[in-house]
């Protein structure tokens, strides 16, 4: 491998500064008058980052970052990822996180901080889902499909996954990822895929009860998110209305900024970016095959780099017509994402590696005719990976998949 530059080494050195951050244990406190005062107090402050930290992510924000090449801000976070092989503390939904959730402009930040780390200004974030994860390079292996799309659709080559539980296990995991890809002079693309919103906790009934806590392979993925109706209050009146107040659909994560700017920047930049309504992850056989134990992340020990992870779709339209057995969406196989690199636990990646998420309301910029779709409670009822999957079965002919096993719809999800 080729040295780095000068200017890059300098991330390493904050990389190789790195120290896990220290919480002292929670104390019990007896009386409504110290309670008070500690809610208070737990409200008002931000986690405690050591100076290590902070360094980092100042310099994930400033000294010519954003204008390195793909390769080399790869190589940056890889360093800062692996610097610290070991798992932050999944993080507990405390009156702090209370606190912070009821501001709009801590929400909003999620899709206006265009950077890799996490963001600090008004509000420094912290991981209060998904906090806990395992991080590996990968790249997109794109097919002829995708020559409708732009920007990453055409190549990305310099990408980064961190694959997480939504939810502290219990002892279900809630499995999803984020996905990371570098650009040239300009900020990542980055979206956020998953299966369902509350994990394994009601479907598929075919996993049995220990793959239930472990395997992140069992099923596809999508970057929408139904918002069942069979969703618990916590998750369905709580979290998701909570974070509504700032965006309408907030179970879809939009793809415009991953198809509006390329990875090269040789490449013209696309002001009109062209991009699927939806994608769908197939957990390839490989991936599929994959054991684990009842540690959570046990799995990502036996990745391996050129493993194909899995065959991506596009839905290059909605689907509204999810209740009639005779329509299919308009789904198409697109290409494969494949690892990079072992995948590992990782404190940075925990603490401080951001993953930006679009609102849909930009995506209906691009495409109004989408626009509607957010206040149609039935349709984001069913919208997501388990109303896809069945119907990729019927595209068995562009890939050799292994799609016997994909969970049906359940009948209920389509009263």
């Not at 069992?218 to 139904?226: C, D, M």
């Amino acid at each position: 491998m080729a040295p780095l530059p000068p200017e890059v080494e300098s991330f390493q050195i904050e990389a190789s500064a790195l120290r896990t951050r220290s919480r002292a244990p929670p104390k019990k406190w007896v009386g409504l008058g110290v309670l008070c005062t500690v809610a208070a107090v737990a409200a008002l402050t931000p986690p405690v980052d050591s100076p290590d930290w902070d360094a980092a992510r100042t310099a994930l924000f400033g000294g010519g970052y954003q204008d390195q090449t793909a390769v080399n801000k790869l190589r940056i976070l890889w360093e800062l990822v692996t610097s610290d092989k070991t798992s932050g503390p999944f993080q507990s939904l405390g009156l702090g996180a209370v606190y912070r959730f009821l501001h709009k402009s801590y929400l909003r930040q999620t899709a206006e901080t265009a950077n890799d780390a996490m963001p600090t200004d008004p509000w420094r974030h912290s991981k209060y889902i998904h906090a806990v994860g395992a991080v590996g390079k990968a790249h997109f292996e794109w097919n002829e499909n995708s020559a409708e799309y732009s920007g990453l659709f055409q190549k990305a080559d310099h990408c980064m996954l961190r694959f997480s539980s939504a939810k502290t296990p219990s002892p279900h995991i809630a499995p999803g990822m984020g996905v990371k890809c570098l650009r040239d002079g300009v900020p990542s693309g980055n979206f956020v895929a998953m299966w369902q919103l509350d994990g394994y906790d009601a479907i598929p009934t075919s996993l049995s009860e220990d793959e239930k806590t472990c395997n992140y392979f069992a099923v596809p993925f999508s970057n929408h998110v139904a918002n069942r109706n069979d969703l618990p209050a916590s998750i369905r009146w709580a979290a998701y209305a909570t974070f509504q107040r700032v965006d309408e659909a907030p179970g879809w994560v939009g793809l415009s900024s991953f198809a509006k700017d390329p990875q090269d920047a040789t490449v013209k930049r696309f002001d009109m970016p062209r991009f699927p309504f939806a994608l769908v992850f197939v957990p390839t056989a490989a991936a599929k095959a994959l054991p684990c134990t009842k540690e959570s992340l046990s799995q990502f020990a036996h990745v391996k780099p050129g493993m194909a992870l899995y065959e991506v779709y596009a839905a290059r339209q909605p689907f509204l017509d999810y209740t009639n057995p005779d329509v299919s969406p308009d789904l198409v196989h697109i290409g494969a994402l494949k690892a990079d690199s072992a995948f590992v636990p990782s404190k940075y990646g925990d603490g401080q590696l951001f993953f930006q998420h679009d609102f849909f309301a930009t995506d209906q910029a691009y495409y109004p005719e989408w626009k509607g779709l957010e206040t149609n409670d039935t349709f984001k009822a069913n919208e997501g990976a388990l109303v896809y999957a069945k119907h990729i079965k019927e595209l068995r002919g562009e890939v050799a998949l292994d799609l016997t096993q994909l969970p049906e719809v359940p009948e209920p999800l389509l009263a």
